[in-house]
């Protein structure tokens, strides 16, 4: 099933292809810009948020020592269950680091008969997932350390070699898409040795020729009725097209409507599709982690045919963005997106 509906996704985002040049860009009104916070009231939460980051990976390092599971894996499930968390509108438990979530009869287990049971030896009993990592002597379904020691012996069944983690991953998501999110997740994290890795990028250097519309939802005007499904930023040929985020690399190769193209996912889950480049940067390959401004490859006009084809309409980069919702992915306008990444870029380099 969950390999089925993810075709869903590799095939619309081969599908998303462009319209044919600026007379053909539909006159869409202008989205709205996100909001943005007054500077003071930025600085205040992005210091709140780098305390949580420090506070947060001192917890997965405590863990470590305890269950000898990597940090970095500690992470990556945590990011998991926070990303599944937004897209089932789950509300986060006020005051706690971790984002994983244990429900009352999960925790105490399903026949407990109190199901804020905190004693160890009754949740055994009733088998439930409660544990202690704390060290009270007590499984506390709000303590961020038992409930990460809880889920921590979950998976240590298994092993902590690659393969072995991994089954213990597969049994409890069941679904290879979460497999292959949380070895992503855990790439970055061990790459970069940090947990604060939500910087952006424009995906063209800003010091170049480009422009760009909100046409979402513009039917193409190619050969069909689909709905664009991504931004085209018009360019010339060989403007670096460059990663918008931290994130891996999931797809790259020739596609016959994408033409040469690149896909990359994020710690958000979020995939980042760029089509129609003239080349790759030949150093990257599939699994291989980028950061945000790295050059992927260069603005091209390749597409509509067999491998090599170009110059079938002017070139730019095709650029879609798809949020995954556990079984499947789903695209969403880059626009409003493309917008704050150009300004924060901006700002940055003043
Ligand atoms: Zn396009």
Known sequence: MGSRLSRIRRISGSL???????????????LAEPDSLPVIQEEEAA???????AERKDLFLKVEMLTGIPWYRLAAVDQYERVLG??????PRPGSLTSIHYTEAEWAGPLNPDPNDRNLRSIAVFQGKGRDGSGDGLADRTND????????????????ADEDWNIGVWEYYQNSRSVERIEQFAKLYETFGKLDLGMHAFPLPL??????KGTWGASRGWGGHRIHEGTDLFAGYGVPARSTVYGVIEEKGWNPYGGWRIGIRDLNGIYYYYAHLSGFDKRQKVGDVVKPGQTLGWVGSSGYGKPGTSGKFPPHLHFGMYRDYGMADWPFDPYPHLRKWEREERGRAK
């Open 16 to 30: 998303a292809v462009c319209l044919l040049g600026g007379s053909l860009l539909l006159a869409v009104p202008a």
């Open 86 to 91: 937004v897209a089932q509108k789950r509300k």
């Open 207 to 212: 010091k170049s020729t480009y422009s760009y």
């Open 145 to 160: 350390l038992d409930v990460l020691m809880a889920t921590a012996q979950f998976l240590l069944r298994y092993g902590t």
């Open 47 to 53: 210091a709140v948020q780098t305390k949580q980051y």
